[in-house]
T-cell receptor, first 114, second 110 residues
Framework: DAGVIQSPRHEVTEMGQEVTLRCKPI?????LFWYRQTMMRGLELLIY????????DSGMPEDRFSAKMPNASFSTLKIQPSEPRDSAVYFC????????????FGEGSRLTVL | SQELEQSPQSLIVQEGKNLTINCTSS?????LYWYKQKYGEGLIFLMM?????EEKSHEKITAKLDEKKQQSSLHITASQPSHAGIYLC??????????FGDGTTLTVKP
């Protein structure tokens, strides 16, 4: 079975550019999570969806960040405009339930904003 | 907000040695889970503990949640180079969110 698939794996962009990160969750998983990992702040939950509906986006740092899940097999995290402080590894994870603790993580998208 | 503090931050051990990583919560834990991460890769779920006193094992890795449900320990017996990586504890808060510790970086010297 394919795991959570994220793209791109690496992205280097210049400040001010729009960045779109993509995620395909595991089929049948009703929950999808976006995390950001940095050395300074560790692993932070940005937003999570249940059945394609955003449930909690309180972790989204600013209005420059937006996330969508148009269907059960696809989600995007968009940053517009990007800033150097957005440089991080962004992880997508999915789960059949939110409270089992067992999240299935993708390999992450490493973003560098120059 | 609930915070998870892991100790030590990093650990270097000789292959074959035992080691323990701790995770302490500022509040009662409703579910504590352990993940392992290798550099440049995603997190891999190891196990989840929910009941005070609960202990679970996964190969040579054993985790326990203390009775008061505010601390968990992860113990590796006879460490191997394959155990190297970053170990993170995580928990669900009573607000329905997940939070993670900062991780413990384990290096196993052959």
């Amino acid at each position: 079975d394919a795991g959570v698939i994220q793209s791109p794996r690496h992205e280097v962009t210049e400040m001010g550019q729009e960045v779109t990160l993509r995620c395909k969750p595991i089929s049948g998983h009703d929950y999808l999570f976006w995390y950001r990992q940095t050395m300074m702040r560790g692993l932070e939950l940005l937003i999570y969806f249940n059945n394609n509906v955003p449930i909690d986006d309180s972790g989204m740092p600013e209005d420059r960040f937006s996330a969508k899940m148009p269907n059960a097999s696809f989600s995007t995290l968009k940053i517009q405009p990007s800033e150097p402080r957005d440089s991080a590894v962004y992880f997508c994870a999915s789960s059949p339930f939110w409270d089992t603790g067992e999240l299935f993580f993708g390999e992450g998208s490493r973003l560098t904003v120059l | 907000s609930q915070e998870l503090e892991q100790s030590p931050q990093s650990l270097i051990v000789q292959e074959g040695k035992n080691l323990t990583i701790n995770c302490t919560s500022s509040k009662t834990l409703y579910g504590l889970y352990w993940y392992k991460q290798k550099y440049g890769e995603g997190l891999i779920f190891l196990m989840m503990l929910q009941k005070g006193g609960e202990e679970k094992s996964h190969e040579k890795i054993t985790a326990k949640l203390d009775e008061k449900k505010q601390q968990s320990s992860l113990h590796i017996t006879a460490s191997q180079p394959s155990h190297a990586g970053i170990y993170l504890c995580g928990a669900n808060t009573n607000a329905g969110k997940s939070t993670f510790g900062d991780g413990t970086t384990l290096t196993v010297k052959p």
